[in-house]
């Protein structure tokens, strides 16, 4: 699977907040719901100060490696911090990150980039990994996620 390093600047993302883990498929459903609620509670339209229309998912708090519990936060990356009822503030910080830009169905093409992912022989920090969709196609089958592996330098 190919992939570009490139070099991030600090990005800070306001969304809805679960712990969760990759074992015995406890996270798709975390995950699944969680965006869900996102959109279907109107949390993300809420959320004011938006840098762009994208939504990002963020895996962070890693109490290991993929195969440890982590915290999944679902939301939108914003201009400054911010203080709501039932979101939460996170910071991605500045770094080096592997960039994965994936064009497909957004549920099955981004568990098959992971499955990949998991596989490969990355030096990586497990601080911060994110998800941004770019919600630039029409097709649900045909959009486009970039994946960032934050890396080790």
């Not at 503030?89 to 098959?112: L, M, R, T």
Request: net charge negative; aromatic share 12%.
């Amino acid at each position: 699977m190919k992939y570009q390093i490139v070099e991030l600047e600090e990005k800070i993302v306001v969304g809805l907040k679960i712990k969760t883990t990759n074992q015995e498929g406890k996270s798709m459903k975390d995950i699944g719901m969680t965006w869900q609620k996102l959109f279907t509670d109107g949390i993300y339209e809420k959320i004011p100060s938006k840098v762009n229309h994208k939504t990002i998912g963020l895996y962070t708090n890693y109490e290991g490696d993929y195969t440890k519990p982590y915290s999944f936060i679902v939301g939108a990356e914003v201009s400054q911090k911010l203080e709501m009822e039932e979101v939460e503030s996170v910071v991605i910080p500045k770094g080096k990150y592997a960039k994965f830009v994936i064009i497909g169905d957004v549920q099955n093409s981004v568990g098959q980039a992971w499955q990949e992912i998991w596989r490969m022989d990355l030096k990586r920090t497990y601080t911060c990994d994110f998800e941004e969709y770019q919600n630039n196609a029409s097709h649900k089958e045909k959009q486009e996620i970039h994946i960032y592996l934050g890396i080790e330098d």
